[in-house]
């Protein structure tokens, strides 16, 4: 089974963040997600992603690295240069995630935030941008939000492109995801009555496209706590870390959370990838200290292998 895991940036000075993430190389994940950009949460350090990302590339062997891009933080050709760059000097372990993003807070820093349907319509002006410039061909574009006028980057990447994950939900996001990316990631919890419709958006999109969604690789954060007997304070603990959920229920919430001894854990992460057909589920351990963090990678690290957990799509 493939695995990866999230380790929040804004939790963990980076020391013990690099401690964390070689910690997982050595057991076998194939991801660390960093926190992306800005960020307003509660916490005594906020880590810039893109930054903590390359510091952690350069100081790992063989496990990817990836933290969410925010379009209306980039420039689109500064971007496209940007990520291939990395690529260029960390090779594949550098993985491009992008969204339309969800922080209000962002507008403090002056940022252009915009309505949902602006973010939308930003993310797909950038990633077709972006995907056009790593062609290595000069671009132009009079977009609403992207402008271009014979930009062109080098080095491009090999053969022109990289995969692209975007991570969304809504019906319009779903239909960006289904144009433009490599990889969806399932932006709510394991909770089937929430991904569900967004699964049927999905293929829906792409059949307008002429695409099968069977070609986007599918992985999901899941929020898993290894001893944790308690629903009610793994909710609360849940709500705090994850602010964007509060339209889901307490009642619903409880099917998209893992808790228990190691072994219920690692049924419950099986479980979970053969019934949202997940290529790569991501053990969401943001907001858990370094040492409980250690922990629950320890404990899951079993699944890591080629025979447990395969997906089912449908």
Do not use: K
Request: net charge neutral; glycine share 8%.
């Amino acid at each position: 089974m493939r695995l990866g895991c999230a380790l929040g940036a804004h939790t963990h000075p980076f020391e013990e963040l690099l401690a964390l993430v070689r910690h997982a190389e050595s057991l076998g994940y194939e991801v660390a997600h960093v926190d992306g950009d800005v960020s307003m949460l509660r916490r005594p350090e906020v880590l810039d992603g893109w930054t903590t990302s390359l510091a952690l590339l350069s100081e790992t062997e063989r496990i990817a690295i990836t933290s969410l891009r925010l379009p209306h933080h980039w420039n689109a050709a500064r971007l496209a240069q940007a990520a291939a760059t990395a690529l260029r000097i960390h090779g594949p372990r550098f993985r491009f995630a992008i969204t339309a993003g969800a922080q209000p807070a962002d507008r403090r820093f002056g940022l252009d935030y915009g309505t949902g349907a602006e973010r939308v319509a930003r993310l797909e002006e950038t990633v077709e941008a972006v995907r056009a410039l790593w062609r290595g061909e000069p671009v132009s574009r009079e977009g609403r939000f992207v402008r271009l006028d014979r930009a062109r980057i080098a080095p491009a990447p090999p053969g022109g492109r990289m995969p692209v994950e975007i991570a969304g939900r809504g019906r319009r996001l779903l239909g960006v995801v289904a144009a433009h990316a490599d990889r969806w990631d399932v932006n709510w919890p394991p909770i089937r009555a929430r991904v569900g419709p967004a699964v049927r958006w999905l293929a829906e999109a792409c059949a307008a496209l002429g695409r099968d969604p069977a070609e986007i690789e599918r992985s999901q954060w899941i929020f898993t706590r290894v001893g944790q007997l308690d629903a009610d304070a793994a909710r609360a603990e849940f709500r705090e870390t994850n602010p964007w959920f509060a339209e889901i229920d307490r009642d619903e919430l409880e099917e998209g959370l893992v808790l228990g001894d190691a072994a219920r854990c690692r049924e419950r992460v099986i479980e979970i990838a053969r019934v949202h057909g997940l290529d790569l589920p991501i053990l969401d351990l943001t907001g858990l200290d370094a040492a409980a963090s250690r922990r629950t990678l320890d404990a899951l690290a079993p699944l890591l292998g080629p025979d447990a957990g395969r997906p089912e799509r449908r």
